[in-house]
């Protein structure tokens, strides 16, 4: 079972555009919720996180969304640029435990 | 520099054949994990280790063995591979808080298996 279910598979975009990549989750107790990003031929690195106490966190360009009553956080990358061009995880530790639990992933394009 | 090593990174090896993938990091981080990741299905934990001596199960614990006698390192044993284990491999430490912290990749372990 997806405990962290993540959409779209994949995501073409022009260089300048909005680029926004969904997580939905079904346990109430998750508490972190971090986004990392990996490079072709790379491992994946942090690229931002958000604790549930708060709606929305920026950091440059980038920004997570969080609606804790939808279940839903989501990755919002504004003037999209071809450097961004990556595949995106979202993940959240499983409360109680010290286990890591990733959505599938998103393979971004951003063409010029 | 702070990092995880992984080696080899590159690896073909029979159906069979007992291997081993290392992990080390140098930032004397106490959470260690490992990962594999295939196409459509993300990341999914292996198995990960809290401290020195202590490991425990992720998601897809089987057909893999882990230990954890040093701090800085954490090996992934496949004794009997097989070919649905051929993937690539992660391994990741973090300080502090264990999976609620800043993971820090390696650089990967492409494994195949005939």
């Known amino acids: 079972q997806q405990q962290v279910k993540q959409s779209p598979q994949s995501l073409i975009v022009q260089k300048g555009g909005i680029s926004i990549i969904n997580c939905a989750y079904e346990?109430?107790?998750?508490?972190?919720f971090p986004w990392y990003q990996q490079f072709p031929g790379k491992g994946p690195a942090l690229l931002i996180a958000?604790?549930?106490?708060?709606s929305e966190k920026k950091e440059g360009r980038f920004t997570i969304s969080f609606n804790k009553s939808a279940k839903q956080f989501s990755l919002h990358i504004m003037d999209s640029q071809p450097g961004d061009s990556a595949t995106y995880f979202c993940?959240?530790?499983?409360?109680?435990?010290?286990?890591?639990?990733f959505g599938t992933g998103t393979r971004l394009q951003v063409f010029p | 520099e702070a990092q995880v090593t992984q080696n080899p990174r590159y690896l073909i090896t029979v159906t069979g054949k007992k291997l081993t993938v290392t992990c080390s990091q140098n930032?004397?981080?106490?959470?260690m994990s490992w990962y594999r990741q295939d196409p459509g299905l993300g990341l999914r934990q292996i198995y990960y280790?809290?401290?020195?001596?202590?490991?425990d199960k992720g998601d897809v614990p089987e057909g893999y063995k882990v230990s954890r006698k040093e701090k800085r390192n954490f090996p992934l044993i496949l004794e009997s591979p097989s070919p649905n284990q051929t993937s690539l491999y992660f391994c990741?430490?973090?300080f502090g808080q264990g999976a609620g912290d800043t993971q820090y990749f390696g650089p990967g372990t492409r494994l195949t298996v005939l």
């Open positions: 280790s809290m401290n020195v001596e202590v490991t």
């Open positions: 990741a430490s973090s």
């Open positions: 958000i604790r549930p106490d708060v």
């Open positions: 993940a959240a530790p499983l409360p109680n435990t010290d286990k890591l639990i």
């Open positions: 930032m004397n981080h106490e959470y």
């Open positions: 346990n109430t107790a998750f508490d972190y």
